[in-house]
């Protein structure tokens, strides 16, 4: 009790006779200032009525659906929670009032229910990006069929060229959703950042008023990342930049090549990094608030959410590298992005370079729970020049497997899709397609592409993974791969 406020009042004039110490803190008012007010005098003005009832009453029948405050003497709004008790005090009755300062329960209560809704928005946004996916990949491979088919149709084949640009954004939103829903490891390969930058800047700022100005060294080291996830943290970043011009202004983004030495202040282990700045004119960031804006939900923005920042954070933090942010009051904002390089990119195979040099022979399974992916995948892998056969879960699939196997002609490679539907998955299939035989060669496949079996598919019992949506020669690469036991 010693920790709340504490009011005494005449029960019948509803004047006050005592405070505590806690009392005097909650109204911003002295207690020689308080003693000899009104009880109504603690509460919002402007909902009078509400709170005349309730003195009226000495706080005995408390609303349970209405939320009660106390008004400081700045003006601030405090929630409050009431009790009160009616004591004796000679032929006098006193109100003895206990106000308890709810603020910080009810911020923890908020932020609660944005988790809950953050996790109801993460699992739908899961599914409808699975569900997306599953869509891209037979929209993506029908059109390279499709351009194999109009190879000498210079208009038909712009024209499918086109389409398959749209399904490749299509594929990075999808991609941002799951990253954003899942989270996960990154699914990381050596790739160079100029064009990533560029377009990632350039499509959260299209149609606004903020405009680019590009500084971006044409000898960009690459870098050994998931691109997508890399695309989340220059899109959230320019996203805050965007916020802080209110729409109107220049966004300077700079990339360039750095070597982090000894004694360097960058918390950073010392070696090659590409550093990439994003700055903006805008009103800059207090000091008081600089320390907590990488903190989840925490945002100065009405319609925030508090994630953007803290998501990229995470996202850079799991590539090994780091956020710095400088900031001044009246100056702008820099944000400069930290991510190690890695000495080159793999040298192009040319045995590898197109469909044509794809072609293949043997028997594929290929088990999914769409009956869609199922036909394309098998049209895909039928123009490679394989024999296709289809399972809907993994019980069948294991089974047509084990047949196969005591059978004259075995599956040379099995295709798993991992998440099914009110069946057994992929990971499950694939463990049992091991106990029976150990040498099965075995690629996963899923439109979840945070999960960590499709960042590390070895660790899981799988030689090789293809991400939904897949294009034709990425099926082609990951199937020609594991035969030739180069996954």
């Given at each position: 009790?010693?920790g ?35 009880l109504?005098?603690?509460h ?9 009832e ?11 659906d ?9 003006g ?21 009032a206990?106000f308890?300062?709810?603020?910080r ?27 997306f996916?599953n ?12 351009q ?31 990253s ?96 990439i ?24 923005k009405?319609?925030g959410?508090?994630?953007g ?23 702008g ?9 890695v ?7 040319g ?22 992916i ?19 879960d993994?019980?069948?699939?294991v089974?047509?497997?084990?047949e ?16 099914v ?40 019992g ?15 690469k ?10």
């Amino acid at each position: 009790m010693a920790g709340d406020a504490i009011f005494v009042a005449d029960a019948d004039s509803g004047l006050i006779t005592d405070v505590n110490r806690k009392a005097t803190e909650l109204v911003g008012r002295r207690a020689p200032e308080t003693v000899g007010r009104h009880l109504l005098s603690l509460h919002p003005v402007d909902e009078g009525g509400l709170y005349a009832e309730l003195v009226k009453n000495n706080y005995s029948a408390l609303p349970s659906d209405t939320p009660l405050y106390v008004q400081h003497s700045s003006g601030r709004r405090i929630p409050v929670e009431i009790s009160s008790a009616i004591l004796a005090h000679g032929d006098r009755r006193l109100l003895l009032a206990i106000f308890r300062d709810i603020t910080r329960r009810m911020k923890i209560e908020e932020e609660l229910r944005k988790a809950e809704r953050l996790r109801t928005a993460s699992l739908l946004a899961g599914g409808i990006a699975h569900d997306f996916n599953n869509l891209l990949t037979a929209i993506q491979a029908n059109v390279s069929m499709a351009q194999q088919e109009a190879a000498d149709s210079g208009t038909i084949g712009k024209r499918l060229q086109g389409i398959e640009e749209a399904v490749d954004r299509a594929r990075g939103m999808t991609r941002q959703l799951l990253s954003f829903a899942k989270g996960g490891r990154p699914v990381s390969k050596p790739v160079r950042l100029g064009a990533i930058i560029r377009d990632s800047a350039a499509f959260v700022l299209q149609g606004s008023g903020v405009k680019c100005d590009w500084e971006i060294a044409a000898d960009l080291w690459p870098v050994n990342g998931d691109a997508d996830q890399i695309s989340q943290v220059i899109s959230n970043i320019v996203i805050n930049a965007s916020q802080a011009l209110q729409g109107s202004g220049v966004c300077r983004i700079r990339g360039e090549n750095v070597t982090v030495g000894e004694g360097d202040r960058l918390d950073l282990p010392p070696g090659r990094y590409i550093r990439i700045d994003i700055r903006d004119e805008g009103p800059g960031i207090s000091e008081d608030k600089l320390d907590r804006i990488f903190e989840p939900f925490y945002t100065t923005k009405p319609q925030g959410t508090g994630l953007g920042l803290s998501s990229a954070q995470a996202i850079v933090r799991q590539h090994e590298g780091r956020i710095r942010v400088e900031s001044r009051a009246g100056e702008g904002t820099t944000f400069s992005v930290f991510l190690p390089a890695v000495p080159g990119l793999p040298a192009e195979n040319g045995a590898e370079g197109g469909e044509g040099d794809l072609k293949g022979a043997g028997r594929i399974l290929v088990m999914d729970d769409e009956a869609m992916i199922r036909d394309t995948a098998a049209n895909l892998l039928d123009f490679f020049g394989y024999e296709v056969d289809t399972a809907a879960d993994g019980e069948t699939a294991v089974r047509m497997y084990k047949e196969a196997l005591a059978g004259a002609r075995p599956y040379a490679a099995v295709i798993l899709d991992l998440t099914v539907s009110g069946g057994m998955g992929g990971k499950e299939a694939a463990r049992l397609l091991r106990e029976i035989d150990p040498g099965a060669r075995i690629i996963v496949s899923s439109g979840y592409h945070t999960d960590p079996v499709m960042a590390s598919p070895r660790e899981y019992g799988f030689d090789g993974a293809v991400a939904k949506p897949y294009r034709m020669d990425e099926l082609g690469k990951a199937v020609r791969a594991v035969l030739s036991g180069r996954a």
